[in-house]
């Protein structure tokens, strides 16, 4: 059995399915791609257990609490490893984690989006342990995301050769 | 003749000379830069047939409809075609598509954002087919664009070795 | 000594010394993230010669001119050189700049957003010289930005084999 599975099991974590994406909208491009050894992540946001986008929704610091904002980026982050699972296989094959882009749907004036965006990168260094989980990071407040989620993150991970 | 400019051909499209920056205005980068079998792609916006900016300006939801903005969506990704076209030589050259950002300059409360850079996405797969042209991508909404465009899109693509 | 060390004596350039963080904020990432013959940068702020943020905050066309916001990404490209001198020892590994994405703080209606960034793009073109210092770049408005600075970088660059 992969490490990285283990360790989700040994987290008491559950990836969730495949993104429903909302009624009529139309997503013409790839969770997941592969160029090489190079896989990268599109923009994903938090996802509830049956597939659909969270009902969480709004802008952090107004309709959201930075409590809710961090829950977001981790449900996010959860979202991301199931892409990752399905389009790799195995997360074993992520050999280290790049760039990580945090966009926080950000009420006027809300500017501790850093403590939003840590609510991924805790996940990742709780997952995949602080080498191989190492990763470059902006947090950065955006005027609008899709479907008003709260939080969305896209990066980059290097696979084993 | 390169399979691409063919395509081109087949589905009408003409790409635009090089951008003609708004007078005093110095962008000191590259439009493509080429390193080892990456070409990185700047932020590209909506150009008309003679090389200037689209007149096409303003906020998607406000000034703009959904509509229009798919539209400088298409446009940007033309442009984006013109500038890989005259560093690469020829666009067979690229062996796949890897990451699309794309921006929109979004009015307050704008969030059909996927529907907008859709303009590029379809773009890419018409003319590059759905393998070659598989990509991933976010579309979000920033609160300002240079010279009040609708919509900017960067991006990065592989080269054949 | 080092080519780009001598030109950043030459220039009468001081880098500044490690970020330190605003009090009880935690950022559990790399300013810089070696992968390969990839070097990634994550967001960078203006930093003072003591290492912390610079007292510059606020929105770049309301609170600081569009020459206070030169200042600020130059001073970010500071604090960029610096974070990657300390993780590879030398910049002269460096062999190429890659991507530069620049984000403005950026007051509604401020959309003269390249010149802001061009600081950071003047700065390393001055260092590394028209070849090594190529870069591609986007320059776009967010709605807030952490600590309410003014602007924040990232990018990546690749090293010699």
Redesign the interface.
Known sequence: MSDIADRLTELGLTLPPPLVPPPG?????????V??D?A????HGPQTADGSLSPLRGKVGAQLTPEQGYQAARLTGLSILSSLARELGDLDRI???????G??N?A????????VI?GF??LV?DVFGPETG???????????????LPV?I?G?V?LRR
Chains 1, 2, 3 share one sequence.
């Open positions: 909208v139309r997503l013409p491009f790839r969770s997941v791609h160029v090489g190079l990268y992540i599109a923009g050999a280290a984690w790049g760039r990580v882009f966009m926080v950000a006027p004036g809300f500017d501790r989006l850093p403590e840590n990168s805790d260094l190492a990763h470059t990071r902006s947090a950065v407040g955006l005027a609008e995301l899709p479907f008003g969305e896209e980059q290097h």
